[in-house]
């Protein structure tokens, strides 16, 4: 298990207080967290030997992405596409275990961290996914054939690589609030749920059906509160994925990672 944080939370109104200190498990969501920072100008050392630094990070380097870890070095680090536990059931990443975002957005998400801690002490966030190779873009893409995503409903769950995610430009984010005893919060389904009930913008009819509890809102409300407070916008249907830019402005700015 990873060693995470987390603290109070209100939801919408309502005056009951739930703490941190008492969070709920959810399955398949943890595993243990590489947490091992490595700058731009050289392979971070470990007992004198040097950290072998995978060629998609390589290449982040190269287009000037930052490990976001060097920028804000209490935010948490797991990357799912760098395990099984995702929705392909592979690992897709091998030896990228740091997360790399354009240094723009590695400070807006600084910011994010600020706020959550500030407004919930213990806390913290939690990166299941960051920039994103466009070589990968096209495995997860051909992966909803296996799970028979109909081709027009693809697009609603990964972009089409033949356009780029805002993940292969470097300015999007997956990610979570972890606890202080290292469980991520739960949201009321894991990480790359396919469905309404991991939509943003139906949580409310999800909560009048009993489908997804207060509790479970009010923690993406305490994610997305922070997210939104530092300038990324929310995806309806991911309640993980946060935007730093929009497509248009992020192909104009930066080049695709492939």
Sequence with gaps: MKNHTFIALLLLGFTSFISCHSSTDQPSQTQDILTLSVTEAEPAKTEGKPVVISPFEEQMIKQGLVNLQTVDSTILVELKYSTTD????????????????????????????????ARH??????VYDAARPNAVQYILWDALDDLKIPVQQKPQYVADPKIGSIHNFGCAID?????????????????????????????????????????????????RKAMTQAGFSVNPTEWWHFDGMSRKNAKARYGIIR
Aim: charged residues 20%; aromatic residues 8%; hydrophobic residues 45%.
């Design 86 to 117: 995702n929705f392909v059931k592979k690992d897709v990443y091998g030896d990228l275990n740091n997360a790399y975002l354009q240094p723009d957005i590695a400070a807006k998400l600084a910011k994010a961290s600020a706020a959550l801690q």
């Design 121 to 126: 002490p213990g806390c913290r966030l939690l």
């Design 175 to 223: 990610l979570t609030v972890a606890d202080e005893k290292g469980a991520p919060l739960d949201m009321g389904t894991p990480y790359d749920f396919f469905g309404p009930l991991a939509y943003p913008r139906l949580e409310a009819q999800m909560l009048s059906k009993g489908q997804l509890s207060k509790a479970q809102v009010a923690n993406r409300t305490i994610l």
